[in-house]
């Protein structure tokens, strides 16, 4: 938690420390109410979750009369889990089929921390004792390939990859087989995300999907999106849950940003859950996102 802290100090500065300040105000009045509803809506929270929150905080509040710090603290704290969604299964999936392994995808707009996500999350799978095939289907950016590979090198995973601009399905479709063959447990596919046209993204995401269905079933489908993008990462979640089934969110980045009330907004976009968290460069900086931690590190 103290880790977490640190990493979302930007958020907490924002989001979580204004919003007890505000609310610890003697005189919580109609003034009060929106610079809280400013607070939230800075920190991308989104405006109709925004509205509820403070629909519901203003009800409780009046509900509790006078209130001590600790009451306003447990009562925001509460509040805020509820928003995210408390009940959302945040595993990532990894089973495979009888004779298959889990198959995994990681989909997202090129730069958003895709390939250093699929990198993490193979280190965490390693470290957990399972055995990981990477998947080099990112074709289109020149380096992807060698980055993931040189993850795989760290992290002690096979990379499967082919020719620079190659087909990405049929090295999705050799990563699969690759993990077959050696018995692997996990197969991560890092995939392209160009979005100049949706229907190419389509066919392309669409063409990977299905070729690794030929082996067997695909676990998760997981959606990179970079939390310091704002709104604009909206725009490409909706345009990705179009194209492609998406099964979890990982939100990268929150280290750099003070806009933390993403996590609600995307969820809320999607009805998916954010189910991973990166918090920094390095290999550890993947967490699985806990509502209860996350808002217990932004207020403190
Ligand atoms: P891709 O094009 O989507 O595969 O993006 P990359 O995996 O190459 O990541 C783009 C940049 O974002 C790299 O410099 C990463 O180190 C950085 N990055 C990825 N995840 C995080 C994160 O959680 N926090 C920070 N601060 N940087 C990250």
Redesign the pocket.
């Known amino acids: 938690l103290v880790r977490l802290r640190a990493r979302l100090a930007r958020s907490q500065n924002s989001l979580g420390k204004g919003l007890l300040t505000l609310l610890s105000r003697d005189n919580l009045d109609e003034d009060t109410w929106e610079e809280i509803e400013d607070t939230l809506l800075t920190a991308d929270v989104g405006v109709a979750p925004t509205q509820e929150l403070v629909e519901r905080l203003r009800e409780r509040v009046r509900v509790l009369g006078t209130r001590t710090p600790e009451e306003l603290r447990a009562l925001l704290r509460e509040e805020l889990i509820t928003l995210l969604g408390p009940d959302f299964d945040r595993e990532v999936k990894t089973e495979g089929g009888a004779e298959t392994p889990g198959v995994v995808m990681v989909v ?13 999350l193979a280190r965490v799978l390693v470290a957990d004792g399972r055995s990981v095939v990477l998947g080099a289907a ?1 074709t289109f ?1 020149a ?2 390939a060698d ?1 993931l590979q040189t993850w795989g090198e760290r992290v002690g995973a096979r990379t499967v990859r082919g020719p620079e601009g190659g087909d990405p399905a049929s090295i999705a479709y050799d990563a699969v087989k690759e993990g077959i063959a050696e018995g692997a447990d996990v197969v991560l596919i ?1 995939t392209a ?1 160009r979005l100049h046209t949706k229907t190419g993204l389509m066919d392309e995401l669409g063409k990977v999907k299905r070729v690794v269905e030929k082996h067997g079933p695909l676990d998760e489908v997981l959606l ?1 999106l ?2 310091t993008t704002g709104q604009n990462g909206l725009v490409q979640a909706r345009v990705f849950a179009e194209v492609v089934d998406i099964t979890g969110i990982v939100l ?5 940003t003070a806009k933390g009330g993403i996590v609600i907004a995307v969820q809320r976009e999607l009805g998916v859950p954010v189910k991973l ?5 390095g290999p550890d ?2 967490a699985p996102f806990e509502p209860g931690a996350f808002v217990d590190a932004l207020i403190g």
């Open positions: 997202g707009v090129n730069g958003t921390g895709k390939t250093t996500t699929t990198g993490k990112d950016r380096a992807a980055q890092d995300g990179v970079d939390a990268t980045k929150l280290d750099g968290i990166g918090l920094g460069e900086d993947l």
